[in-house]
T-cell receptor, first 112, second 116 residues
């Protein structure tokens, strides 16, 4: 079945550091890929998405590129802020199937 | 635009008791989902409705969990009787019927259930 594997956490960085959170997927066909973010005490919010190979999703300074050859969708940000502290989930949906498959989540803490 | 509403936000019960959660999706969203998120794990789909019909309930423990979506709008998820391992956050999400590859699910704040 479909699965998503993401970088184990927790991750702690200093403000303005470069962030990478790795995500790889297995799926039949060509899934759509997502990053969701969960801020403390809040629900999941869609951060960015990509629906086909080589697409780049971006939002709030975060980026992720859909790499079919490596089945990856790594999340990156050039300069993190304290307000980016949250749990980040990578997820996939297989074409024609509305079922989201999530990774286990990566807790990110940014220290001033 | 109002988001997905859920209640209660927190619930503490003893094992073998019953509990119910309520979800009101975004207006006009035909598809509604219930997820279970155990601490330290990603959300797992329990059941998916399209309008008031069940699309997927393959991971719903049907001996103790039930869900309904009357009139294709609000939904309730019930657990009876609860077990310790049911302690989790229960998330409700909704989406429009999407064109292939453009699905976007909007999540509510969740209900945190603690079973003692």
């Amino acid at each position: 079945g479909d699965s998503v594997t993401q970088m184990e956490g927790p991750v702690t960085l200093s403000e303005e550091a470069f962030l990478t959170i790795n995500c790889t997927y297995t799926a039949t066909g060509y899934p759509s890929l997502f990053w969701y973010v969960q801020y403390p005490g809040e629900g999941l919010q869609l951060l960015l998405k990509a629906t086909k190979a080589d697409d780049k999703g971006s939002n709030k300074g975060f980026e992720a590129t859909y790499r079919k050859e490596t089945t990856s969708f790594h999340l990156e940000k050039g300069s993190v802020q304290v307000s980016d502290s949250a749990v980040y989930f990578c997820a996939s949906i297989r074409g024609g199937n509305e079922k989201l498959t999530f990774g286990t989540g990566t807790r990110l803490t940014i220290i001033p | 635009e109002a988001g997905v509403a859920q209640s209660p936000r927190y619930k503490i019960i003893e094992k073998r008791q019953s509990v119910a959660f309520w979800c009101n999706p975004i207006s006009g969203h035909a598809t509604l989902y219930w997820y279970q998120q155990i601490l330290g794990q990603g959300p797992k789909l329990l059941i998916q409705f399209q309008n008031n019909g069940v699309v997927d309930d393959s991971q719903l423990p049907k001996d103790r969990f039930s869900a309904e979506r009357l009139k294709g709008v609000d939904s309730t998820l019930k657990i009876q009787p609860a077990k310790l391992e049911d302690s989790a956050v229960y998330l409700c999400a909704s989406s429009l019927v999407g064109v292939r590859g453009t699905y976007e699910q909007y999540f509510g704040p969740g209900t945190r259930l603690t079973v003692t």
